[in-house]
């Protein structure tokens, strides 16, 4: 398994990156218009996947397959640290920490390189 900046904190609350207000403006409206990095576009996201997100605790979860992870480390969407301490708690997950934002752009040939390597596909 391969994931990019994943958001392992995503409903918890303890990433931050919605402020009590937003949070409520978000319930309120059932909306939240989020950038949408493949569409490069804004998208309306309901509620109801946040709500969806408090039946899940990623750092509860019990898994054997082997993970790597890549993660900025000046990324403003998924908060390095919590992405790095899921990690630590699993033997079976490697986090690559590389110096981008939550897109990763600058940095496509070494997860190319480094993934292509883990999922032993050959080549370079």
Do not use: C, K
Not at 1 to 14: M, N, W
Not at 31 to 42: E, I, L, S, T
Not at 95 to 116: A, F, K, P, Y
């Amino acid at each position: 398994l391969v994931l990019l900046a994943p958001a392992v904190d995503f409903a918890s609350g303890r990433d931050g990156w919605l402020t009590d207000a937003e949070l409520e403006e978000w319930r309120r409206t059932d909306r939240r218009d989020v950038f949408h990095y493949v569409d490069g576009r804004m998208r309306p996201m309901h509620y109801a996947l946040y709500e969806d997100g408090h039946r899940y605790d990623a750092f509860e979860a019990q898994f054997e397959t082997p993970t790597l992870v890549f993660q900025g480390t000046r990324d403003s969407i998924v908060n390095p640290q919590r992405v790095a301490a899921w990690a630590a708690a699993r033997p079976n997950v490697t986090v690559q920490m590389v110096d981008n934002d939550h897109q990763l752009q600058t940095q496509l040939g070494t997860i190319w390189q480094l993934s292509s390597r883990f999922l032993d596909l050959g080549g370079t």
